[in-house]
Nanobody, 125 residues
Framework: QVQLVESGGGLVQAGGSLRLSCAAS????????MGWFRQAPGKEREFVAA????????YYADSVKGRFTISRDNAKNTVYLQMNSLKPEDTAVYYC??????????????????WGQGTQVTVSS
């Protein structure tokens, strides 16, 4: 049974930082691209960042480029999202997801095979 478990969310002031983690089990982690998405109330789920199975290639949404960094540790079956210079508009539930494909397709939710339950990030102004 595949499980993706996010952690590290919370309440932070604007300009602050958080580091999200997503621990994977039940799958060959190093064979999956990993992505982070977020969903704010009343909005659709949107792409944040993705990283290839080897970690050698990444994608970022324009809205987070230069502020967020995705990384992975295949030995720990974990993917991370370091979020700096947080803004109130970053407030959302953040989800990690696993995909067997790579390329620009990983920018879209349907390409992902597995999803975590999400972790809330709230940025106060």
């Amino acid at each position: 049974q595949v499980q993706l478990v996010e952690s590290g969310g919370g309440l932070v002031q604007a300009g602050g930082s958080l580091r999200l983690s997503c621990a994977a089990s039940g799958l060959t982690f190093s064979s999956y691209a990993m992505g982070w998405f977020r969903q704010a109330p009343g909005k659709e789920r949107e792409f944040v960042a993705a990283i290839r199975w080897s970690g050698g290639s990444t994608y970022y949404a324009d809205s987070v480029k230069g502020r967020f960094t995705i990384s992975r540790d295949n030995a720990k079956n974990t993917v991370y999202l370091q979020m700096n210079s947080l803004k109130p508009e970053d407030t959302a539930v953040y989800y990690c997801a696993a995909a067997t494909r790579w390329g620009t397709v990983v920018l879209t939710p349907p390409q992902y095979n597995y999803w975590g339950q999400g972790t809330q990030v709230t940025v106060s102004s």
